[in-house]
């Protein structure tokens, strides 16, 4: 079945260092693929969205690539704030399907 | 537009009580998704619903879990006889009707359930 693997967390950066959580994933066919961000004691926000392959999605500085040939969609942001501390989330819902498949997430703590 | 509702945002119930979670999607949406996330851990698919049908209940446990969307009024989720275990974050999600497969779904607040 389909599954998504990210990085083990808590990943420990001080400000404006550089930032890539990794993701793959395991689907057939063409999934969509996102991040989310679940600030503390809120929900998850749509963070950034690819649906297909060589797409790159990008908001508030973060980017993430669809990679089909390494079944990929790392996470990466240039100069991390502060204000990014969050759990991140890497999820697919599968080609033709409706399901969101969650990674087990990644919190991220930023030191000023 | 407002976003995803759901209340309560927080919810405490002793062991053997009922708990009601309800969810308002948002304004046009008619698809409804529950999750729940248990402490430190991604979020997991329990149910997706649409007006008056349950289409995939298959992350739905077997026994005291149900869920409905009315034709009118919110979702509700509906766990009978909590038990510790039950202790989660359930998360509602929603997408618009005649939805494209792979539509993003919105993600309302959560409502964070402690059973004691």
């Known amino acids: 079945g389909n599954s998504v693997t990210q990085m083990e967390g808590p990943v420990t950066l001080s400000e404006e260092a550089f930032l890539t959580i990794n993701c793959t994933y395991t689907?057939?066919?063409?999934?969509?693929l996102f991040w989310y961000v679940q600030y503390p004691g809120e929900g998850l926000q749509l963070l950034l969205k690819a649906t297909k392959a060589d797409d790159k999605g990008s908001n508030k500085g973060f980017e993430a690539t669809y990679r089909k040939e390494t079944t990929s969609f790392h996470l990466e942001k240039g100069s991390v704030q502060v204000s990014d501390s969050a759990v991140y989330f890497c999820a697919l819902v599968g080609a033709g399907g409706f399901k969101t498949i969650f990674g087990a997430g990644t919190r991220l703590f930023v030191k000023a | 537009n407002a976003g995803v509702m759901q209340n309560p945002r927080h919810l405490v119930r002793r062991r053997g009580q009922e708990a009601r979670l309800r969810c308002s999607p948002m304004k046009g949406h008619s698809h409804v998704y529950w999750y729940r996330q248990l402490p430190e851990e991604g979020l997991k698919f329990m149910v997706y619903?649409?007006?008056?049908?349950?289409?995939?209940e298959s992350g739905m446990p077997k026994e005291r879990f149900s869920a409905e969307f009315p034709k009118e009024g919110p979702s509700i989720l509906r766990i009978q006889q909590v038990v510790r275990g039950d202790s989660a974050a359930y998360f509602c999600a929603s997408s618009p009707p005649l939805a494209v497969y792979q539509e993003t779904q919105y993600f309302g607040p959560g409502t964070r359930l402690l059973v004691l």
């Open positions: 689907a057939t066919g063409y999934p969509s």
């Open positions: 619903l649409q007006k008056e049908n349950i289409i995939d």
